[in-house]
């Protein structure tokens, strides 16, 4: 109904609707820039440089992304500089929806 196509599976639970982290994970990105006008803050760019495959990196760069924007209050962008070829493809293939 809504295009999004689920995976099978046998049982739906509803589970506890609160996601706060009792223990908090930090994600801390290689470097964080925010473009100013004046003094508004107008663009994020957060940076990661990926040295090699690490598929739980796909995992925390949303988190940097929505935490900037929640910090900031502005567009957001994640740039990953990955010098090997081979990790730039990985990089840059897209992230599975939800």
């Known amino acids: 109904m809504l295009g999004v196509s689920l995976p099978d599976y046998t ?18 990105a290689d470097a964080v820039v925010v473009l100013r006008e004046g003094e ?9 440089a990926q040295l090699a495959t ?11 992304v929505t935490v900037s924007r929640a910090i900031y209050g502005c567009p957001v ?17 897209r992230w599975r929806q939800l």
Not at 11 to 28: G, H, K
Not at 40 to 48: H, Y
Not at 54 to 64: E, H, Q, V
């Open 40 to 48: 508004e803050d107008v663009r994020v760019i957060v940076v990661e």
């Open 77 to 93: 962008a994640l740039l990953v500089v990955a010098p090997d070829p081979a990790v730039a493809r990985w990089c840059a293939e």
């Open 54 to 64: 690490a598929p739980r990196k796909r995992l925390s760069w949303p988190a940097y």
């Open 11 to 28: 049982e739906a639970q509803v589970v506890s609707a609160d996601l706060t982290q009792i223990q908090p994970a930090e994600y801390r």
